[in-house]
Protein backbone atom coordinates (compact mmCIF):
# COMPACT_ATOMS: atom_id res chain seq x y z
CA UNK A 1 0.00 0.00 0.00
CA UNK A 2 1.23 3.24 -0.58
CA UNK A 3 1.53 5.69 2.09
CA UNK A 4 2.11 9.60 2.28
CA UNK A 5 3.63 8.53 5.69
CA UNK A 6 6.60 6.68 5.18
CA UNK A 7 9.82 6.68 7.82
CA UNK A 8 10.02 9.93 9.02
CA UNK A 9 5.57 9.39 10.40
CA UNK A 10 5.64 11.54 13.22
CA UNK A 11 6.78 14.64 11.12
CA UNK A 12 3.86 13.65 8.19
CA UNK A 13 1.15 12.94 10.93
CA UNK A 14 2.06 16.40 12.12
CA UNK A 15 2.32 18.09 8.91
CA UNK A 16 -1.27 16.35 8.05
CA UNK A 17 -2.96 17.54 11.12
CA UNK A 18 -2.06 20.92 11.16
CA UNK A 19 -2.80 21.27 7.16
CA UNK A 20 -6.39 19.68 8.45
CA UNK A 21 -6.36 22.08 11.24
CA UNK A 22 -6.63 25.37 8.98
CA UNK A 23 -9.35 24.10 6.61
CA UNK A 24 -13.01 25.68 7.42
CA UNK A 25 -15.54 22.30 7.01
CA UNK A 26 -19.05 23.51 7.32
CA UNK A 27 -21.60 23.16 9.64
CA UNK A 28 -21.57 19.61 8.78
CA UNK A 29 -17.96 18.81 9.11
CA UNK A 30 -18.00 18.49 5.51
CA UNK A 31 -15.48 20.39 2.66
CA UNK A 32 -16.27 20.23 -1.28
CA UNK A 33 -13.15 18.49 -2.63
CA UNK A 34 -12.79 19.06 -6.66
CA UNK A 35 -11.02 15.89 -7.95
CA UNK A 36 -9.04 17.00 -11.43
CA UNK A 37 -6.91 14.77 -13.75
CA UNK A 38 -3.14 14.92 -13.38
CA UNK A 39 -2.60 14.70 -17.20
CA UNK A 40 -5.22 16.54 -19.12
CA UNK A 41 -6.30 18.90 -16.20
CA UNK A 42 -9.45 17.51 -17.06
CA UNK A 43 -11.95 18.79 -13.93
CA UNK A 44 -13.44 14.90 -13.22
CA UNK A 45 -16.03 15.18 -10.46
CA UNK A 46 -16.87 17.05 -6.77
CA UNK A 47 -17.57 15.11 -3.91
CA UNK A 48 -17.59 15.98 0.06
CA UNK A 49 -14.59 15.16 2.25
CA UNK A 50 -14.61 15.08 6.12
CA UNK A 51 -11.45 15.61 8.36
CA UNK A 52 -11.78 11.59 8.50
CA UNK A 53 -11.82 11.42 4.70
CA UNK A 54 -9.71 13.52 3.93
CA UNK A 55 -6.46 11.40 6.31
CA UNK A 56 -7.78 8.34 4.87
CA UNK A 57 -7.09 10.20 1.24
CA UNK A 58 -3.33 11.23 2.40
CA UNK A 59 -2.58 8.12 4.68
CA UNK A 60 -3.82 5.45 1.87
CA UNK A 61 -2.86 7.21 -1.62
CA UNK A 62 -6.58 7.03 -2.58
CA UNK A 63 -9.76 9.29 -2.84
CA UNK A 64 -11.80 8.87 0.15
CA UNK A 65 -14.58 10.75 0.13
CA UNK A 66 -17.89 11.32 2.59
CA UNK A 67 -21.24 10.47 1.68
CA UNK A 68 -24.20 13.01 2.63
CA UNK A 69 -27.09 10.25 1.24
CA UNK A 70 -25.47 7.29 3.06
CA UNK A 71 -24.21 9.73 5.72
CA UNK A 72 -20.56 7.44 5.63
CA UNK A 73 -17.22 7.16 4.08
CA UNK A 74 -16.61 6.15 0.80
CA UNK A 75 -13.24 4.93 -1.01
CA UNK A 76 -13.52 6.33 -4.25
CA UNK A 77 -13.58 2.47 -7.04
CA UNK A 78 -14.36 0.52 -3.64
CA UNK A 79 -16.82 -1.49 -6.27
CA UNK A 80 -16.50 -0.45 -9.83
CA UNK A 81 -12.53 -0.38 -9.49
CA UNK A 82 -12.40 2.98 -10.81
CA UNK A 83 -9.58 4.60 -8.46
CA UNK A 84 -8.29 7.99 -7.86
CA UNK A 85 -4.57 7.55 -7.41
CA UNK A 86 -3.90 10.79 -5.32
CA UNK A 87 -1.21 12.78 -6.84
CA UNK A 88 -1.44 15.92 -5.07
CA UNK A 89 -3.55 17.58 -2.51
CA UNK A 90 -4.49 21.11 -2.32
CA UNK A 91 -6.50 24.08 -0.43
CA UNK A 92 -7.78 26.45 -1.88
CA UNK A 93 -6.92 30.43 -0.53
CA UNK A 94 -9.56 30.48 1.91
CA UNK A 95 -9.21 26.73 3.07
CA UNK A 96 -12.50 26.36 2.33
CA UNK A 97 -12.05 24.12 -0.68
CA UNK A 98 -9.90 21.13 -1.53
CA UNK A 99 -8.11 19.85 -4.96
CA UNK A 100 -7.10 16.75 -5.65
CA UNK A 101 -5.09 15.81 -8.60
CA UNK A 102 -5.97 12.40 -9.11
CA UNK A 103 -4.25 9.38 -11.61
CA UNK A 104 -8.12 7.96 -12.32
CA UNK A 105 -8.11 4.37 -13.33
CA UNK A 106 -11.36 3.93 -15.16
CA UNK A 107 -14.37 6.28 -15.14
CA UNK A 108 -15.02 9.23 -12.57
CA UNK A 109 -18.89 9.35 -13.15
CA UNK A 110 -21.01 7.24 -11.49
CA UNK A 111 -23.26 7.10 -14.51
CA UNK A 112 -20.46 5.61 -16.47
CA UNK A 113 -19.05 9.16 -18.04
CA UNK A 114 -15.74 9.98 -17.98
CA UNK A 115 -16.54 12.49 -15.55
CA UNK A 116 -19.09 14.57 -13.72
CA UNK A 117 -19.57 17.60 -15.84
CA UNK A 118 -21.74 16.70 -19.23
CA UNK A 119 -24.97 18.43 -18.66
CA UNK A 120 -23.92 21.41 -20.40
CA UNK A 121 -25.96 25.07 -19.59
CA UNK A 122 -23.85 27.61 -21.82
Known sequence: MNSFFGEDKNNKINFMNEFIDKLKFDQNGLIPAI????????????????????????????????????????????????????????????FDCILLSVNQVGVACHTGAKNCFFNKIL
Not at 38 to 58: N, P
Open 35 to 94: AQDVESGEVLMMAWMSAESLQLTIASGYATYFSRSRNSLWKKGDTSGHLQKIVSVKADCD
